[in-house]
């Protein structure tokens, strides 16, 4: 991923062309697929995907993310959002293997919380999220440090680091450390609460949409929230705009969820009168407001399953789920895309039938491609961080 440069000093640390966090920590330890597992005929690769798992048998559990594609996730044992899945990982013990058909934050989640006899595979590496790769662990060392130099961040002017599961095992273990937790879609105001019970501002990570939704949800106005961005002295605020804020959302967000507007709201609307609009809390402000509903995945699945027969649903997310539910519900309720490109999750498209056969085959061998291992020195606070969110709900 290449920056662009900059005059400000603090911006040059980050804007020469350089690998993301992500993609150095990982993308070195890629196994290529092997030439064999390219070009296969789709019932061939079906056959052989069944025939490996059923071999495999409750030595292996395989997980699939609601975004994943069809191909994939019809593999799946258990399909959900992340809060979902990671609840999923201490639930099959018996498992060695845990597949995870998702991206990288949610492996290195399943890796934390399973047992020492369990391996979590990713079945492609390249499989990242970019919001998780907007926040990197000197940057948050370096906010937290500017916090402090700002007044904030101590005994007297605490602030709890809450960051959304979308994020990397240090950015979790660096919370955990401080107080903090991991919050997911599903949970987010809930965990804001928490975290306002035990300090007077939150630091919220790396999403800043989901941050401004779910405070402005508990009542938060926007003039108590402020942006920190990673690339600016000071994160661009003043002490005095700081003391002021309840929330300090960090300067990152979702590229798919971000192409969601209140334009395609108004338009939508224009031509299916009586449409409801349903959206992930991943989109921009102004979006929620002009949408009728917003939520987790799993909330938007639940709201357009119960609804009533004959109803007409726009959905703001990731088009894999959307496409999915729109069949699901058919013909008893229509669902739409509310951007009528549809939006793709595409390194979460990374993880292919392909791969998905190949690391199977390769368990069948004895071979573990592509295993997802949180460092020691992360793991312990990263559970912690990931332990208060399993019990908040
Ligand atoms: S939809 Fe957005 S936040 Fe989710 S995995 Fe893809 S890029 Fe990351």
Redesign the pocket.
């Known amino acids: 991923m290449f920056h662009k440069a900059s005059a400000n000093p603090r911006k040059m640390s980050t804007s020469l062309p350089v690998l993301t966090a992500y993609e150095k920590a990982h993308l070195a330890d890629r196994q290529p697929l092997p030439d064999r597992y390219v070009g296969l005929a789709d019932q061939e690769m079906d056959r052989r995907i069944a025939a490996a798992k059923a071999a495999l048998g409750r030595r292996a559990v395989i997980l699939g ?1 609601h ?1 994943q594609r069809d191909e994939v996730i019809k593999f799946a044992d258990h399909t959900g959002d992340s809060y979902k899945l990671a609840q999923q990982v201490s639930r099959h013990p018996d498992a060695e293997f845990i597949v995870f058909c ?2 990288h ?1 949610m492996a290195e989640s399943a890796d934390v919380l399973s047992a020492d006899h369990q391996q979590v595979i990713l079945p492609d590496l390249a499989a990242g ?4 790769d907007m926040v990197a662990p000197d940057q948050l060392a370096m906010c937290w440090a500017d916090l402090g130099q700002m007044g904030f961040a101590n005994d007297a002017s605490p602030v709890v680091p809450v960051t959304y599961i ?1 994020s990397a095992a240090a950015i979790k273990a660096f919370c955990g450390e401080r107080g903090g937790v991991v919050c997911t879609s599903s949970n987010a105001k809930a965990t804001l609460t928490w975290a306002w019970a035990r300090g007077e501002r939150v630091l919220f990570l790396p ?1 800043q949409h989901l941050g401004r939704n779910a405070a402005y949800a508990l009542g938060v106005p926007l003039d108590r929230m402020v942006v920190w961005d990673p690339d600016e002295v000071w994160g661009g605020l003043d002490p005095d705009r700081l003391a002021r804020a309840r929330i300090v959302l960090w300067k990152g967000h ?4 971000t192409r969601f507007s209140a334009r395609q709201i108004e338009s939508v609307r224009r031509q299916h009168p009586g449409v409801r609009v349903i959206v992930h809390p ?1 989109v921009p402000w102004e979006v929620v407001q002009a949408a009728d509903d917003a939520g987790s995945t799993e909330y938007i699945i639940r709201q357009v399953k119960n609804s009533a027969i004959g109803s007409v649903w726009a959905v703001g997310t ?1 088009i894999h789920l959307v496409s999915r539910l729109a069949n699901d519900v058919h013909p008893d309720r229509t669902v739409l895309s509310l951007d009528q490109f549809g939006c793709l ?4 498209f990374r993880v292919s039938p392909n791969h998905l056969l190949w690391v199977l085959e390769g368990l069948l061998e004895g071979a573990v491609h592509n295993r997802i291992a949180v460092p020691d020195e992360q793991k312990s606070w990263t559970r912690v961080a990931l332990d208060r969110m399993l019990s908040i709900s």
Request: with cysteine; aromatic share 10%; glycine share 4%.
């Open positions: 993310h975004y998702g991206v934050f999220c970019s919001m998780s979308n999403d979702c590229s798919v969820h991943e990731e999750c595409s390194t979460m």
